[in-house]
């Protein structure tokens, strides 16, 4: 099996592709099968999350393109922009996993949540569509080469921090 351990520069030519949902290329530690049918293992950094387009480089050298599957989503949309901030206070409220486009919105598909939606005067469509949701206000994701700082230590605003009297 093909052991998988780093991310590496984005523009390096890829031997390999690897399509994942989101749900997949948010885990560490992963058993994957790539296009080419072949079995690969994946031992990434903790809290590490794999975007489309991303470039990882395996034990024997070869680099391997993560491509972002497909998979069912709602794409929401609204006549005016205070509607569209609502409906993405209300989806941020329920921390649900949202995609952030110019004049749009996107999230995995939900029954419950489309009613919420149209109830919040929003159109709501059904797609299949890849699904790159927000990172996070405080860091999480991951790194790529020449970041200056390492991804396990983010120094919070002194107003977040836990006192420890």
């Known amino acids: 099996m093909l052991l998988i351990t780093e991310i590496t520069a984005q523009d390096e030519p890829y031997n390999e592709q690897l399509i994942l ?17 072949e079995e690969a ?4 950094a903790r809290g590490t999350v794999l975007r489309g387009g991303d470039r ?16 069912p989503v ?25 995609e952030v486009g110019e004049g749009w919105l996107k999230l995995l598909q939900d029954h419950v949540l489309q009613e919420m939606l149209t109830g919040l005067g929003v ?5 299949e569509a890849s699904f790159e949701p927000e990172g996070g206000a405080y860091g999480g994701g991951h790194r790529h080469s020449g970041d200056d700082s390492p991804a396990e230590f983010i120094r919070l605003p002194l107003s977040l921090r836990k006192r420890r009297d």
């Not at 949902?21 to 049918?37: H, N």
């Not at 293992?41 to 990434?44: L, Q, S």
């Open 56 to 71: 990882l480089k395996a034990a024997d050298g070869r680099v391997v393109l993560i491509v972002a599957a497909d998979e």
């Open 123 to 127: 159109a709501v469509v059904y797609q």
């Open 21 to 37: 949902p989101f749900d997949r290329r948010q885990k560490s530690r992963l058993r994957v099968t790539l296009a080419s049918g």
């Open 74 to 98: 709602m794409r929401v949309t609204a006549d005016t922009p205070i509607q569209l901030m609502r409906a993405a206070y209300h989806l941020g409220n329920r921390h649900i996993p949202l």
């Open 41 to 44: 293992g994946i031992f990434m």
